[in-house]
């Protein structure tokens, strides 16, 4: 890919992002350029990736063909007015932030810029992440097309409305910290049997992995493959059954209830 890639924020995200593109060989490091707040971030990811960094936003806004917004929510609204001038019509603007939409971005630039909204996730860090894609009416086909290359370099896409995008950061962006938790949790029940730590950590974590591969891989209900390893009377049906006293299936989905109001929270209402 021959564009520049811009990020402003240079922390968690951002990270995963650029050394998944990296990684993938999709952009050279010399074509991504990133500010961050302070220079020891910078520092960090100079030496780390091998980018450009400059501790500028505005040159990192004028340089880049495709802008991520790396910054946190209630960041935005200084960076977007700080960088207003120095975004070119071309370039295309892509916002990471829960609660951002496509409103946020036309009162910052007073016109319709070419925007895309993007939801990633961390796992893009090892090309596995998973990312929500929802263009605006100034991106054309070729437009999409690019920007799913780029994130398709760090894992899966798919392109949503900007209604469903809402939704996104608690099945897919903020959904690995709950997956972090079952693993450590898993892994504690081991350790309390008498496993050592990293083995547990190891047997825990290739578990989760495989049991969702299985899901992508056969296309079978997840009721199925949890049926395929009930016997009756058996030791699984025993853990599930404590499972579904302990409320597990609706904690998941209440604490995603508590992600999606939060990203309603965020949004500004400029009713007021
Ligand atoms: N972490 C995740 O799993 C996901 C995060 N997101 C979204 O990505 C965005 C970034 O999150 P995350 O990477 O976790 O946050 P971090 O706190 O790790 O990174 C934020 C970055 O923004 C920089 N920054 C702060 N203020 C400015 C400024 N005025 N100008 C330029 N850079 C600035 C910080 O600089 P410095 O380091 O110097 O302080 C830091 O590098 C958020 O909107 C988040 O909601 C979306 C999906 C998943
Ligand atoms: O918690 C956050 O703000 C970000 C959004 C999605 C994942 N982490």
Same mark, same amino acid.
């Given at each position: 890919?021959?564009?520049?890639?811009?990020?402003?924020?240079?922390?968690?995200?951002?990270?995963?992002?650029?050394?998944?593109?990296?990684?993938?060989?999709?952009?050279?490091?010399?074509?991504?350029?990133?500010?961050?707040?302070?220079?020891?971030?910078?520092?960090?990811?100079?030496?780390?990736?091998?980018?450009?960094?400059?501790? &500028? &936003?505005?040159?990192?806004?004028?340089?880049?063909?495709?802008?991520?917004?790396?910054? %946190?929510?209630?960041?935005?609204?200084?960076? /977007?007015?700080?960088?207003? $001038?120095?975004?070119?019509?071309?370039?295309?603007?892509?916002?990471?932030?829960?609660?951002?939409?496509?409103?946020?971005?036309?009162?910052?630039?007073?016109?319709?810029?070419?925007?895309?909204?993007?939801?990633?996730n961390t796992p893009?860090?090892?090309?596995?992440?998973m990312?929500? /894609?929802?263009? &605006?009416? %100034?991106?054309?086909?070729?437009?999409?097309?690019?920007?799913?290359?780029?994130?398709?370099?760090?894992?899966?896409?798919?392109?949503?409305?900007?209604?469903?995008?809402?939704?996104v950061p608690a099945i897919s962006s903020s959904a690995p910290a709950y997956v972090y938790m079952m693993i450590e949790a898993m892994?504690?029940?081991?350790?309390?049997?008498?496993?050592?730590?990293?083995?547990?950590?190891?047997?825990a974590a290739?578990?989760v992995?495989?049991a969702a591969?299985?899901?992508?891989?056969?296309?079978? $209900?997840?009721?199925?493959?949890?049926? &395929?390893?009930?016997?009756?009377?058996?030791?699984?049906?025993?853990?599930?059954?404590?499972l579904?006293?302990? %409320?597990f299936r609706g904690t998941i989905m209440a604490a995603m209830q508590s992600c999606t109001?939060r990203?309603?929270?965020?949004?500004?209402?400029?009713?007021?």
């Amino acid at each position: 890919m021959e564009q520049t890639i811009g990020f402003i924020g240079s922390g968690n995200m951002a990270q995963a992002m650029m050394g998944g593109m990296i990684r993938s060989e999709l952009v050279p490091a010399s074509q991504i350029i990133a500010s961050a707040r302070t220079e020891a971030t910078l520092s960090r990811v100079a030496a780390q990736f091998g980018i450009q960094t400059n501790l &500028n &936003n505005r040159h990192v806004a004028r340089e880049a063909d495709i802008l991520i917004l790396a910054i %946190k929510p209630h960041d935005y609204q200084t960076v /977007l007015e700080e960088i207003k $001038h120095d975004v070119s019509q071309e370039a295309i603007i892509i916002p990471i932030a829960p609660g951002i939409r496509f409103v946020d971005l036309q009162q910052a630039f007073e016109q319709e810029m070419k925007v895309v909204l993007a939801m990633p996730n961390t796992p893009s860090l090892i090309e596995a992440g998973m990312s929500a /894609l929802c263009p &605006n009416d %100034k991106i054309s086909s070729h437009e999409l097309d690019l920007v799913m290359q780029l994130f398709g370099s760090i894992g899966e896409v798919d392109v949503l409305s900007e209604k469903q995008m809402e939704a996104v950061p608690a099945i897919s962006s903020s959904a690995p910290a709950y997956v972090y938790m079952m693993i450590e949790a898993m892994a504690d029940g081991g350790v309390a049997q008498g496993l050592g730590r990293e083995q547990a950590y190891r047997l825990a974590a290739q578990t989760v992995l495989g049991a969702a591969k299985m899901v992508l891989d056969t296309g079978k $209900h997840p009721g199925e493959l949890k049926d &395929n390893v009930t016997s009756p009377a058996g030791t699984t049906i025993a853990a599930v059954a404590t499972l579904e006293q302990s %409320k597990f299936r609706g904690t998941i989905m209440a604490a995603m209830q508590s992600c999606t109001d939060r990203v309603m929270e965020m949004q500004i209402d400029y009713e007021d």
